[in-house]
């Protein structure tokens, strides 16, 4: 079946630009999570999604960042007022249940940002 | 100080070695352990998940300390194919998403001919 989808795949911007960024999960899927990937601070955690309802906002780095989930299915990412050390890569995972600490989560193959 | 730390190598071996790469993390409430993999420019994958029993899984072996809170991964007779990143992921330390991930910055492994 389908996996989890992204996008764009790539978006370049200018500095003090907004960007959307999408994430599509797996049909099914309750929990959602967002992720960056950036050189020098590997993979850390944004935000997590349980249905509608984020639960947990603590990985986001400013109030220039926020997400929201509909139909409890597709996610936006929206970064306000991009800097440069917004670029990195947005990776977007979910898994099946209640977004319990053994679950496994399926990653999608992220957004490219770099912000110029 | 990093929440889970891994020696970022990179490893070279040739084909056929045996390779163990190790992580520590510093969270004692973690519940659950991981390792995944990491093509270059690709998103993560699960390679498998880690038991205090310590479980294997074809040529890879993965072993959990909890009294210690290290981690280990060993492969065996190493493929050109196991080049990658393999990413030591912990979850489960609490708060209000026992699901979310923390993970290590990744071992570069290089498998040669």
């Known amino acids: 079946g389908a996996g989890v989808s992204q996008s764009p795949s790539n978006k370049v911007t ?12 797996i049909s099914g899927h309750t929990a959602l999570y967002w992720y960056r990937q950036s050189l020098g601070q590997g993979l850390e955690f944004l935000i997590y999604f349980q249905g509608n309802s984020a639960p947990d906002k603590s990985g986001l780095p400013s109030d220039r960042f926020s997400a929201e989930r509909t139909g409890g299915s597709v996610s936006t990412l929206t970064i306000q007022r991009t800097q440069q050390e917004d670029s990195a890569v947005y990776l977007c995972a979910s898994s099946a249940t209640s977004g319990g600490a053994s679950d496994t989560q399926y990653f999608g193959p992220g957004t490219r940002l770099t912000v110029l | 100080r990093k929440e889970v730390e891994q020696d970022p190598g990179p490893f070279n071996v ?3 070695a045996t390779v163990a790469f190790n992580c520590t993390y510093s969270n004692s409430a973690s519940q659950s352990f991981f390792w995944y993999r990491q093509d270059c420019r690709k998103e993560p994958k699960l390679l498998m998940s880690v038991y205090s029993s310590g479980n294997e899984d074809g040529r890879f072996t993965a072993q959990l300390n909890r009294a210690s809170q290290y981690i280990s991964l060993l492969i065996r007779d190493s493929k050109l194919s196991d080049s990658a990143t393999y ?9 209000t998403s026992y699901g979310k991930l923390t993970f290590g910055q990744g071992t570069i492994l290089t498998v040669h001919p």
């Open chain 2, 14 to 16: 040739p084909e056929g």
């Open chain 1, 14 to 25: 200018e500095k003090g630009k907004d960007v959307e960024l999408r994430c599509d999960p």
């Open chain 2, 87 to 95: 990413l030591c992921v912990v979850s489960g330390a609490g708060g």
